[in-house]
C-alpha cells in the first residue's frame, strides 16, 4: 500500500482494496500454512452473529445439530461416482498416524455427504424414522491452488445441513426451504439482495440430482455464488444402503439433501458494502454497533465525559440474563491518540454509529450520531438516545440493502443484446446478463472459454425478465430458458 493511512481505491484496484481492507481492518491475516487464513476477533465476531442468526433460523425449521468426524475413509469417497470426480483434485489425504502408515488413507473432511449417510444406514429401518434433519458447524479442507481470504481458502469454516426423507418432494421441498432461509438470512442480515435459482447439469454439486444457489453481486460487477441447497435424489442412498420399510411395507431408497454456507459470505459482506474508507458491516452483524469517542484536553474533562460514557454505556447496553445486550457498545477511552486517529480506525473496521462526546456536548446534554454507511452526523439528546439509536440502526439495515439492491439492477441487463456485444460487457464492466439459452452444454461451454462468464443460475420465476427471450445467446437458435451470466468469484 503506497500509504499506510489510505486503501487502494476500489476504482483502481478493486482487487487490492479487498485484500488490504481485509488485513487493514484486522479481520483476517495469511497463516503460516499456504491458503490457510487466521480469523482474526474483528472478522470471527462477524461469523459468530452470522452463526447465531441462522443457527436459530435452522432449528425454528425443525434441524438439529449434530457432529460428525473430521476424517473420512478414503473408500468411502469412491463409493459415488460423481461425487469423487468432483472432489479427487482437492483431496487432503492423512496415510500416517502414530507414526505407522495406515491400513486405509484418511481423507480431511472436504464435504460430509459419505461419513454423515453411512451413519444415516445404520439408524434407519422405517419410514417412522424419517425425516432426519440435521446440521453441523464445522471445518473442511479443499486443496485450492488460487486462495483469498475468506472468499477461497484451503481450510474454511461453514455448516453443512444433512437430512433424508421418504418421497423426492418432501426431499425437493427440503432444498427449496433451505434456500429461501438463506435468501432471507442474507437479505435480512448480511443486506445483500441475491438472485435464486438452479444451477445447470454442468454448474451443480457433483453428485446432486439438482443443485439451486443464491447468487449475489459484488461491488465489481462480479457474481458471489453465497450459498447452494441440493437435492441429492437416491444416489447417495443407494452408495450406502440408505434404505428403509415404507408405510405400504416395500423396501426404499431414502431421498437426501444437503445445503451448505460459509465463512465466504463475510467476504461476500465486505465486497458488497465497503468503500474507500474501510467497511461498512450491517448493523445486525455487527460485534459493536456504537463506539463513544470520548473528547477532552484536560484531565478534568476526561473525567467527566469518560463518566457520563460509562453511564450511557451502561444504560443502553444494560445486560439481561434472558437475552444479550440490548446495544452492543464500546468506549476508546485510549490515551495518547486523537480523536480523528479513532474515528479513522473505527470507520475503517465498519462499526455502524459512533457518538461523539465532549464537554460542550455535556453540558446541552447531547451527544454528536455519525452514521457510518453515510457520514451523516447529527446532534441527539442523551434523554432520548436509546431511541435514537435504536431507530438509526433499523435505518442503516434496510438503507443498506436498498442501495445494494439499486446497485445490482443499475448493473443488471435484461435487454437483449448480440453476442458480441456481451463479449465486449464481459470484458469491460461486467454485470448481470439475464439471456436466453437453448439448453445446450456446449453453447455453455464455449461461452466460458471465451468470455470466462459461466451461467450463475436459471433463475426462479420472480427474477425472470418480463419478455422472455427467444433466442440463444450463442447460436442464435430458439432458447430453451432464461439464464442469469455473469463472472464470478
Same mark, same amino acid.
Given at each position: 500500500?503506497?500509504?499506510?493511512?489510505?486503501?487502494?481505491?476500489?476504482?483502481?484496484?478493486?482487487?487490492?482494496?479487498?485484500?488490504?481492507?481485509?488485513?487493514?481492518?484486522?479481520?483476517?491475516?495469511?497463516?503460516?500454512?499456504?491458503?490457510?487464513?487466521?480469523?482474526?476477533?474483528?472478522?470471527?465476531?462477524?461469523?459468530?452473529?452470522?452463526?447465531?442468526?441462522?443457527?436459530?433460523?435452522?432449528?425454528?425449521?425443525?434441524?438439529?445439530?449434530?457432529?460428525?468426524?473430521?476424517?473420512?475413509?478414503?473408500?468411502?469417497?469412491?463409493?459415488?461416482?460423481?461425487?469423487?470426480?468432483?472432489?479427487?483434485?482437492?483431496?487432503?489425504?492423512?496415510?500416517?498416524?502414530?507414526?505407522?502408515?495406515?491400513?486405509?488413507?484418511?481423507?480431511?473432511? $472436504?464435504?460430509?455427504?459419505?461419513?454423515?449417510?453411512?451413519?444415516?444406514?445404520?439408524?434407519?429401518?422405517?419410514?417412522?424414522?424419517?425425516?432426519?434433519?440435521?446440521?453441523?458447524?464445522?471445518?473442511?479442507?479443499?486443496?485450492?491452488?488460487?486462495?483469498?481470504?475468506?472468499?477461497?481458502?484451503?481450510?474454511?469454516?461453514?455448516?453443512?445441513?444433512?437430512?433424508?426423507?421418504?418421497?423426492?418432494?418432501?426431499?425437493?421441498?427440503?432444498?427449496?426451504?433451505?434456500?429461501?432461509?438463506?435468501?432471507?438470512?442474507?437479505?435480512?442480515?448480511?443486506?445483500?439482495?441475491?438472485?435464486?435459482?438452479?444451477?445447470?447439469?454442468?454448474?451443480?454439486?457433483?453428485?446432486?440430482?439438482?443443485?439451486?444457489?443464491?447468487?449475489?453481486?459484488?461491488?465489481?460487477?462480479?457474481?458471489?455464488?453465497?450459498?447452494?441447497?441440493?437435492?441429492?435424489?437416491?444416489?447417495?442412498?443407494?452408495?450406502?444402503?440408505?434404505?428403509?420399510?415404507?408405510?405400504?411395507?416395500?423396501?426404499?431408497?431414502?431421498?437426501?439433501?444437503?445445503?451448505?454456507?460459509?465463512?465466504?459470505?463475510?467476504?461476500?459482506?465486505?465486497?458488497?458494502?465497503?468503500?474507500?474508507?474501510?467497511?461498512?458491516?450491517?448493523?445486525?452483524?455487527?460485534?459493536?454497533?456504537?463506539?463513544?469517542?470520548?473528547?477532552?484536553?484536560?484531565?478534568?474533562?476526561?473525567?467527566?465525559?469518560?463518566?457520563?460514557?460509562?453511564?450511557?454505556?451502561?444504560?443502553?447496553?444494560?445486560?439481561?440474563?434472558?437475552?444479550?445486550?440490548?446495544?452492543?457498545?464500546?468506549?476508546?477511552?485510549?490515551?495518547?491518540?486523537?480523536?480523528?486517529?479513532?474515528?479513522?480506525?473505527?470507520?475503517?473496521?465498519?462499526? $455502524?454509529?459512533?457518538?461523539?462526546?465532549?464537554?460542550?456536548?455535556?453540558?446541552?446534554?447531547?451527544?454528536?450520531?455519525?452514521?457510518?454507511?453515510?457520514?451523516?452526523?447529527?446532534?441527539?439528546?442523551?434523554?432520548?438516545?436509546?431511541?435514537?439509536?435504536?431507530?438509526?440502526?433499523?435505518?442503516?439495515?434496510?438503507?443498506?440493502?436498498?442501495?445494494?439492491?439499486?446497485?445490482?439492477?443499475?448493473?443488471?441487463?435484461?435487454?437483449?443484446?448480440?453476442?458480441?456485444?456481451?463479449?465486449?460487457?464481459?470484458?469491460?464492466?461486467?454485470?448481470?446478463?439475464?439471456?436466453?439459452?437453448?439448453?445446450?452444454?456446449?453453447?455453455?461451454?464455449?461461452?466460458?472459454?471465451?468470455?470466462?462468464?459461466?451461467?450463475?443460475?436459471?433463475?426462479?420465476?420472480?427474477?425472470?425478465?418480463?419478455?422472455? $427471450?427467444?433466442?440463444?445467446?450463442?447460436?442464435?437458435?430458439?432458447?430453451?430458458?432464461?439464464?442469469?451470466?455473469?463472472?464470478?468469484?
Amino acid at each position: 500500500m503506497a500509504d499506510d493511512k489510505k486503501l487502494t481505491t476500489r476504482a483502481k484496484d478493486f482487487s487490492a482494496w479487498y485484500n488490504e481492507l481485509v488485513l487493514k481492518a484486522e479481520m483476517a491475516d495469511y497463516s503460516p500454512v499456504k491458503g490457510c487464513m487466521v480469523i482474526r476477533p474483528n472478522g470471527y465476531g462477524i461469523w459468530e452473529r452470522m452463526q447465531r442468526a441462522l443457527d436459530d433460523m435452522f432449528k425454528a425449521t425443525g434441524h438439529q445439530n449434530a457432529y460428525f468426524p473430521l476424517f473420512i475413509p478414503e473408500s468411502y469417497l469412491h463409493k459415488e461416482k460423481e461425487h469423487v470426480e468432483g472432489f479427487a483434485h482437492e483431496f487432503a489425504v492423512v496415510t500416517h498416524g502414530g507414526g505407522k502408515k495406515l491400513e486405509e488413507p484418511l481423507v480431511v473432511r $472436504p464435504t460430509s455427504e459419505t461419513i454423515i449417510y453411512s451413519m444415516f444406514a445404520k439408524w434407519v429401518q422405517s419410514y417412522r424414522d424419517l425425516p432426519i434433519l440435521m446440521n453441523q458447524w464445522a471445518n473442511v479442507v479443499r486443496w485450492e491452488m488460487r486462495t483469498r481470504l475468506f472468499l477461497r481458502t484451503t481450510e474454511f469454516l461453514w455448516q453443512e445441513g444433512h437430512t433424508a426423507h421418504a418421497t423426492h418432494d418432501e426431499a425437493e421441498a427440503e432444498a427449496r426451504q433451505m434456500l429461501g432461509v438463506y435468501r432471507d438470512f442474507m437479505e435480512g442480515y448480511i443486506a445483500m439482495p441475491v438472485i435464486t435459482g438452479q444451477k445447470t447439469d454442468s454448474e451443480k454439486f457433483a453428485g446432486a440430482l439438482r443443485t439451486y444457489s443464491c447468487e449475489a453481486m459484488m461491488q465489481d460487477n462480479k457474481a458471489l455464488q453465497a450459498g447452494t441447497s441440493h437435492n441429492l435424489g437416491q444416489n447417495f442412498a443407494r452408495a450406502f444402503e440408505l434404505k428403509f420399510q415404507s408405510e405400504q411395507g416395500t423396501e426404499e431408497f431414502a431421498w437426501n439433501t444437503s445445503w451448505g454456507v460459509s465463512t465466504r459470505m463475510v467476504g461476500g459482506l465486505v465486497m458488497t458494502h465497503g468503500d474507500d474508507n474501510g467497511l461498512r458491516c450491517p448493523p445486525l452483524l455487527a460485534p459493536i454497533e456504537m463506539v463513544i469517542v470520548p473528547i477532552y484536553k484536560t484531565d478534568e474533562e476526561r473525567s467527566q465525559v469518560l463518566e457520563a460514557a460509562n453511564n450511557i454505556a451502561k444504560s443502553l447496553g444494560a445486560w439481561d440474563r434472558r437475552e444479550y445486550a440490548r446495544l452492543r457498545i464500546h468506549i476508546d477511552s485510549r490515551e495518547g491518540i486523537k480523536p480523528g486517529a479513532k474515528y479513522y480506525e473505527w470507520e475503517l473496521r465498519g462499526i $455502524p454509529l459512533r457518538l461523539e462526546l465532549g464537554p460542550r456536548d455535556l453540558a446541552s446534554n447531547q451527544g454528536v450520531l455519525v452514521r457510518r454507511d453515510t457520514k451523516e452526523k447529527r446532534p441527539v439528546s442523551l434523554d432520548t438516545l436509546g431511541e435514537d439509536v435504536a431507530d438509526v440502526l433499523s435505518a442503516m439495515q434496510r438503507d443498506m440493502l436498498a442501495a445494494a439492491v439499486d446497485r445490482r439492477d443499475a448493473n443488471s441487463h435484461r435487454k437483449p443484446m448480440s453476442y458480441d456485444a456481451f463479449r465486449q460487457l464481459m470484458d469491460g464492466e461486467g454485470g448481470f446478463v439475464y439471456a436466453g439459452w437453448c439448453g445446450m452444454a456446449s453453447c455453455e461451454a464455449e461461452i466460458k472459454a471465451d468470455t470466462k462468464a459461466t451461467i450463475r443460475c436459471l433463475p426462479d420465476e420472480e427474477f425472470r425478465s418480463a419478455e422472455v $427471450p427467444t433466442t440463444c445467446l450463442k447460436c442464435g437458435m430458439a432458447s430453451t430458458v432464461e439464464a442469469l451470466w455473469a463472472k464470478a468469484y
